[in-house]
């Protein structure tokens, strides 16, 4: 069936250092892959996404690559700052429009 | 900057009653879906919804969920007899029609946490 592996479940980095979070999805029809942060208590939020026919998409601190045959994608954030510390999930959207959500991972950015 | 918004924030009840759940999606856009999070997991698929009818369900959508757009800007979830396991953060979203020039990007509404006791 459909799935999105995320990893790792938690990450912790030193402010100013990269973050890079992995996602593997199943469904070869998926097409669009956005990354969303969510903080505590709060509604999902884009960051930043990427369609299949583009492997890397970069805006400002964040950087979004795919590889379409390794079904792979991941999120780069870098110069991070404790501000970044939230939830991340990524997610995999067939034709049909649904997101497919990862299992979300922790990010700590340590001042 | 227009939002999806939801109503109530939070809603408690007890196992077996009904609830619904309301989302005002931003009002340009065409598609409509209901998610829900259990506390501390992923983000769940539930129903997706154009042109006044389901589109996709998940198998979590059984015959105890039900979605309607009762006029041009309400979006309802109803959960017809509650379990303790449908408490969650529910959240509504909303896209646009895809087309060369607009995104796939799906804007999350605030959620209503339910709670079933």
């Known amino acids: 069936g459909e799935n999105v592996e995320q990893h790792p479940s938690t990450l912790s980095v030193q402010e100013g250092d990269s973050a890079v979070i992995k996602c593997t999805y199943s469904?070869?029809?998926?097409?669009?892959f956005p990354w969303y942060k969510q903080e505590l208590g709060k509604r999902p939020q884009l960051i930043i996404d990427?369609?299949?026919?583009?492997g890397e998409k970069k805006d400002q601190r964040i950087a979004v690559t795919l590889n379409k045959t390794a079904k792979h994608f991941s999120l780069h954030i870098t110069e991070t700052q404790p501000e970044d510390s939230a939830v991340y999930f990524c997610?995999?959207?067939?034709?049909?429009?649904?997101?497919?959500f990862g299992q979300g991972t922790t990010l700590q950015v340590k001042p | 900057e227009p939002e999806v918004t939801q109503t109530p924030s939070h809603q408690v009840t007890q196992m077996g009653q009904e609830v619904i759940l309301r989302c005002v999606p931003i009002?340009?856009?065409?598609?409509f879906y209901w998610y829900r999070q259990i506390l501390g997991q992923k983000v769940e698929f539930l129903v997706s919804?154009?042109?006044?009818?389901?589109?996709?369900k998940s198998e979590i959508f059984d015959d105890q969920f039900s979605v309607e757009r009762p006029d041009g800007s309400n979006f309802t979830l109803k959960i017809r007899s509650t379990k303790l396991e449908d408490s969650a953060m529910y959240f509504c979203?909303?896209?646009?029609?895809?087309?060369?020039?607009?995104?796939?990007?799906?804007?999350f509404g605030p959620g209503t946490r339910l709670t079933v006791l």
């Open positions: 997610a995999a959207s067939p034709y049909t429009g649904k997101l497919i």
């Open positions: 009002s340009n856009h065409l598609y």
């Open positions: 919804f154009y042109n006044n009818e389901i589109s996709e």
């Open positions: 469904d070869s029809a998926s097409n669009y």
């Open positions: 979203a909303s896209r646009q029609h895809r087309t060369e020039y607009t995104t796939d990007t799906q804007y």
């Open positions: 990427i369609r299949s026919n583009v």
